[in-house]
């Protein structure tokens, strides 16, 4: 990629110091820089007392780690928020009308805007699902929407994930470590709240809760268990919202209900926030040899006994070959233009596409249609030669399971490094809550970034680090 | 409150309570091997069976050696009762059970256990030894003052609570258990210094010498000790005070829920039965068959609570 096409959020394109960070560089090039690394080794202290880790797959057992930390905030104007958000509404809306209609009439398929294969041959796609309307009608309570920013103004979609996002904790973490450690920051900058997030989520479940919950409905969070790699954000999210964290284990249907066994007995849920897959859910009805979820969970969900946030079955939604129709689905559903762009994407299940795809390989991104975490893609332009030739060979052999996309520049955000501040490529993953009576969008979100110079990888499990990131007040 | 919840919060403080009364064992023994006028090693199988893993032990090791001894009380992973893997399980479960604590308990658990892996990585040199050991009773106590300081008085406490006074209770027993012999009236010689290096070992290994001083002065009589370690309602560590905290507590989750439960008679009983004699009535009774009744109740206790509180599916 060429540097000089690259937008810094700091400098822009031209070196010109942008609005939002003015008084956040007062105040850097006031502090010594000894000090600041002091404050970052604090921040890592701060996380590894908290116990903000996560279990790194494929390495010993139980080995937690720490997500590194920068100090340095991310900062967002907050009219450049407010355009973000709008495309972000318009986008989640469509997507909620897509799951229904996609389980119900399937009226997107006969209007032959996406064709009728991608659905019915699609591994995502939950027959469980078909004719069930969830209660609220609601079937994504919680997005992340993945974005990269390329200019003042120009966002784009990099993905949907509609299944169960993670993350959100270090948003609110970031931001509680900011506080604690540069509270002068927060006194110069005003800098919009996240803080509500985990009241809004408890509010947006609760009032998603079926008809047969009282007044005050039961919501839980179902963890895979202490193992999983993002257990301690279950913990931290039960925690924070005043609700159980419960596991396979401490559940059973009885009567009809899905129940927790307690101290006294078995009580029933009303609204589970599920953090388990959807094969893990239900013994019974998908993968047998689960033991994360409840037997007949989906027998109860069917007959209107318990709400599940995500409904079962979004990932249809999510689908990396679905997310190339996202422009066609969301004019389908709202009858706007698209204000979100989508990254322009190649199915390489269309012959004329992989044609292209393999003639241009080294300039572009080519990812797996169900892959995720930064796994199993190639990133053309700094590819070396075998991976090169290993993936020709494996779009040649299953030409369905890829999509490619073009390398976009992705924008740079001032890092503190050991040379001050350096620019690194990030991206941002905002969190959507979709109640019945709105959608909501916590002023933020999650700022991953490649801590390496110059990577373009900003997925933790691949050296990524995090940043708090600001929306200012205008 | 989930029955894996009241499960985790019982073992959390359960291993705690482990970790410090192994803690004790080590610096008691390390004591008297220290101030002996000739060197020997077998004041550690003694200990090694308190702690209830001289088989495991023997397991592993081809003798009873001090350093080998202490290594595997202290940190070693094939023991899940050594101090470094009892203090983990506590803080796994702590993990599990991480929405029942706060900030502060969390905070205390976790630092205790990344300072113990980190001072346990490798043997202690001889001469950090006390410096560890003193840094392990403060870790434990910063988890004690956080959760009485703030954990909400509900069926979460209670569950802490009778974690601790069960495994208290035990470890007082089993010390009876091992060394009862040194306090039956026929092994009895008058003021010996072997009798009184012993009598002070059992007093030192329940954090007891001062307590014990100012209950009954500086001349050390067994069946003073036994009734100390025994019946006396103001020792913290006596099997009748934590038997008592354990009724009580069961008494509070049984008024939370409405009725007693099964294992709130069986407490009832245990104390009714066992804590109401006169220490000459246990001597008659027989001291080893008493701690041996005890120990058995204990277990049972244990067991019926798991099952009212429903631990397990």
């Given amino acids: 990629m060429e540097k000089d096409t690259t937008f810094d959020e700091m400098w822009g394109r031209d070196g010109t110091l942008r609005p939002p960070y003015q008084d956040f560089k007062t105040w850097f090039d006031g502090e010594s820089p000894a000090q600041l690394r002091a404050k970052q080794r604090e921040a890592e202290e701060l996380f590894r007392l908290t116990g903000i880790t996560f279990n790194v797959y494929g390495r010993e057992a139980a080995e937690e780690r720490l997500i590194p930390f920068d100090i340095v905030p991310r900062i967002i104007a907050g009219r450049e928020w407010q355009r973000l958000t709008r495309g972000i509404e318009q986008r989640i809306r469509a997507i909620n009308a897509f799951l229904h209609d996609i389980y119900h009439r399937q009226e997107i398929l006969k209007a032959g805007r996406i064709p009728a294969e991608m659905i019915a041959r699609n591994e995502a796609f939950l027959p469980h699902m078909i004719g069930v309307t969830p209660p609220g009608g609601i079937y994504t309570h919680i997005v992340g929407v993945d974005l990269v920013r390329t200019g003042d103004d120009e966002f784009f979609v990099l993905e949907d994930n509609a299944r169960t996002p993670s993350g959100v904790s270090y948003m609110l973490e970031n931001r509680e470590t900011m506080l604690q450690m540069f509270p002068e920051l927060f006194v110069q900058n005003r800098v919009q709240r996240v803080e509500s997030y985990p009241t809004d989520l408890r509010r947006s479940l609760a009032a998603c809760a079926p008809d047969c919950a009282g007044d005050k409905p039961t919501v839980a969070v179902l963890t895979p268990g202490i193992f999983n790699s993002a257990y301690y954000e279950h913990a931290f999210l039960a925690d924070q919202m005043g609700v159980e964290l419960v596991e396979g284990s401490d559940l059973r249907v009885v009567d009809g209900r899905v129940a927790m066994r307690t101290t006294g007995g078995y009580e029933p849920i009303d609204v589970l926030y599920r953090r388990v897959d959807d094969d893990f859910l239900d013994p019974l009805n998908f993968n047998p040899e689960s033991r994360l979820g409840v037997a007949g969970i989906m027998d109860v969900y069917r007959a209107g006994g318990i709400t599940i946030a995500n409904a079962p079955g979004t990932g249809i939604a999510d689908d990396k070959a679905i997310y190339s129709y996202m422009p066609e689905i969301v004019e389908f559903y709202t009858g706007e233009r698209p204000l979100l762009q989508n990254v322009p994407t190649w199915r390489c299940s269309e012959p004329d596409s992989l044609a292209y795809v393999l003639d241009n390989l080294e300039d572009l991104v080519v990812k797996e249609v169900h892959g995720s975490g930064g796994y199993g893609m190639l990133i053309g332009p700094t590819a070396s030669k075998k991976e090169l030739a290993l993936f020709r060979s494996k779009l040649k052999a299953r030409p369905g399971n890829y999509i490619a996309q073009p390398t976009l520049a992705l924008s740079t955000v001032p890092t503190f490094t050991r040379a001050g501040l350096a620019p690194r490529h990030v991206d941002l993953r905002p969190y959507v809550l979709v109640a019945p009576d709105g959608i909501r969008i916590p002023p933020g979100g999650l700022t991953r970034v490649a801590l390496k110079k110059g990577s373009l990888v900003v997925n933790s499990s691949q050296g990524g680090g995090t940043k708090d990131t600001w929306v200012l007040e205008d | ?313």
């Fill in chain 2, 1 to 313: 409150m989930l029955g894996r919840t009241a499960n985790g919060l019982y073992w959390m403080y359960r291993y705690l309570e482990r970790a410090e009364n192994i803690s004790r064992l080590i610096e008691t023994g390390q004591r008297i091997a220290l101030t002996r006028l000739q060197a020997s090693d077998g004041e550690w199988t003694p200990m090694l069976q308190t702690a209830g893993s001289y088989a495991g032990y023997c397991a592993h090791h081809d003798s009873v050696t001090r350093t080998e001894a202490i290594d595997w009380l202290l940190r070693s992973a094939d023991n899940p009762s050594s101090v470094l893997s009892s203090i983990a399980a506590a803080r796994q479960n702590a993990r599990m059970v991480r929405t029942a604590l706060t900030h502060e308990v969390w905070e205390a658990v976790n630092s205790a256990y990344l300072t113990a892996k980190e001072m346990l990585a490798r043997r202690p040199a001889e001469r950090d030894l006390p410096g560890v050991m003193n840094e392990i009773r403060r870790r434990a106590a910063l988890v004690r003052g956080t959760t009485d300081g703030t954990l909400l008085r509900n069926e979460i406490y209670d569950f802490a609570r009778i974690g601790t006074f069960l495994e208290r209770a035990d470890n007082t027993a089993r010390i009876l258990d091992v060394k009862y012999y040194v306090l039956l009236p026929s092994v009895r010689s008058v003021g010996s210094s072997i009798d009184n290096v012993q009598w002070e070992t059992i007093l030192r290994s329940v954090s007891a010498r001062g307590g014990f001083r100012m209950e009954y002065g500086n001349q050390y009589d067994p069946r003073d000790i036994a009734h100390f370690l025994i019946l006396d309602k103001r020792m913290p560590r006596s099997l009748a005070f934590c038997l008592a905290k354990i009724r009580t507590n069961l008494g509070y989750l049984s008024s939370t829920h409405g009725a007693r439960s099964e294992s709130w008679h069986l407490a009832d009983a245990t104390d009714r039965r066992f804590m109401t004699h006169d220490i000459d009535a246990i001597f008659d009774f027989g001291l080893h068959e008493f701690v041996e009744e005890v120990i058995g109740q204990i277990a049972g206790l244990g067991r019926q609570i798991e099952i009212d509180y429903r631990f397990y599916e």
